[in-house]
């Protein structure tokens, strides 16, 4: 069943309006036609089962609600990726596979060791490109929710906004103490907000290890093999749901 996105507004007691591009792939690309059934989820853990109803010619796509429920996608704890900004096109495969994974935010990160360096009209237009793989990747999971793309930060930006989280984790190639990570992990708890540090290829300065952990990050092994940037956050993230998934 195709499922769709819409802001709260766009809800009302018996029909939900869906607007924009999302009206022309329904009508022309799909070629869905009035009577089928869709779902829609409205970004605050609501979920609707629809019929379509009309179309209000290219810009409107009115649906009948024919059944509502809270939205049960979600992890019990919002995982924000703190992710060091790779080379190519690896951002488009990390955003992907971690919204699949049930990330709840994504924040490119410039570190010391990044190639990349965005100037703000290319971080602009990069960022549009990953949040549209974001909303795609919501909607083949069933995600109640389109994780958000944040602006690219500094590494002192990050690790500021990382310490209003309740976890922090920052998976280290030179860390040792698979028993230790374990422990760290199985004490994360439902509710808790989960940071996760991930740097990009060459991985993190000693330096920015050491600034991690004074504001409040636990530094952990994700194996004695090396793992790429792209892998990283996916291995944290797959343990991380597999732990908190209700």
Known sequence: MQHFFVPPSQVEETEIMITGSDVNHMKNVLRMRPGEEVSVSDGNNCHYLCRIKEYEGTAEAVLDIVQRQENDTELSSKIYLFQGLPKQDKMELIVQKAVELGVYQIIPVATKRCVVRLDEKKAEKKI??????????????????????????????ALREGKALDVLLIPYELEEGMAKTKEILAAICPGQSVGIFIGPEGGFEKEEVLEALEAGAEAITLGRRILRTETAGITTLSVLMFQLEE
């Open 128 to 157: 549009k490109r990953w949040q549209e793989i974001s909303k795609s990747a919501a909607k083949q999971s069933g995600r109640g929710l389109v994780p958000e793309i944040k602006n690219v930060l500094s590494w002192q930006e």
